[in-house]
């Protein structure tokens, strides 16, 4: 394995646990250690997914959120904390992530993309992990991946429901976002106005970033065409599969 700043046995060392697993070996661990993932939104799910990425040797993440630290932000938003508040997110995030594994390469965009800017960032990564929060901004992520062709881990995580889902553009069978969401319009659906227990965050994050590292890999089964939905609630959780919409506006095949 290579790396800039860890010799071959501190490498060893730090990703044993991994190694021992046949699906990701020594040949999985580089791929992790090439690898290039944007994570958009460093809230409740980025920090859960940026964290678990970066312990876990994910070469390159690229952090893009436009928001400050705020108080109400600590409640669910673990890779901040109070003396943070104040500071841009991606900042706050890149210092627990440089001690939590600092042979890790950090990007920082503490600012909004257009979506010409995220197609020509996502051309440059392996996939792309959406952990915002708004449709809207989820509509021009799934855009920009399906223009990009590049894989979207997509996450979301409301009062006690959350979903996963991982659409993947270069797979022609693979539905996209629009294909799941693309007859409503916009919702308020931010945890400010309906709430959210925190540690359902973790849940949904910790989804999120698995998918990511088997995609890398290549191991197991990823939930392309389908979503995982919990309850936490009652902690049941469902798979439902989403066929991909031949007539969809954005992956669909155009009419003459």
């Known amino acids: 394995m290579t790396n800039d700043s860890l010799s ?18 020594i040949a999985g661990q ?29 070469g390159r993440l690229i952090l893009v959120d436009p928001d400050e ?20 997110k991606v900042e706050s995030a890149a210092i ?32 792309v992990v959406d952990c915002t929060d708004n449709l809207t901004t989820r509509f021009m992520i799934n855009r920009a991946c399906v223009q990009a062709q590049k894989p979207l881990v997509s996450g979301a995580a409301i009062r006690w429901e959350g979903q996963v889902s991982v659409f993947d553009s270069r797979q022609t069978h693979s539905p996209c976002y629009h294909c799941f969401y693309g007859a409503l ?16 965050l973790g849940v949904v994050g910790s989804t999120q970033a698995l998918e990511v590292i088997k995609l890398l890999t290549g191991a197991g089964k990823g939930l392309v065409g389908r979503v995982l939905l919990v309850d936490a609630l009652s ?4 798979s439902i599969q989403l066929p991909k919409d031949p007539h969809c506006a954005v992956c669909g095949v155009p009419h003459a």
């Open 185 to 200: 319009t916009e919702v308020e659906q931010a945890c400010s106005i309906n709430g959210v227990v925190a540690p359902l």
């Open 96 to 127: 627990q992530l440089t001690a939590l594994n600092p042979s890790v390469k950090l990007e920082l965009i503490p600012r909004r993309l257009s979506e010409d800017s995220l197609i020509a960032l996502a051309q440059q990564a392996d996939l």
């Open 30 to 58: 580089q791929k992790l250690l090439n690898a290039s993932v944007i994570i958009m939104g460093l809230g409740g799910l980025g920090s859960v997914v940026s964290m678990y990425l970066a312990s876990s040797g994910v």
């Open 8 to 25: 071959a046995d501190e490498q060893l060392l730090r990703y044993s646990r991994q190694l021992m697993l046949p699906q990701i070996d």
């Open 69 to 88: 630290v705020e108080l109400t932000n600590l409640q669910r938003q673990i890779v901040h904390t109070t003396e943070r508040i104040g500071m841009f």
């Open 235 to 238: 902690l049941d959780w469902h």
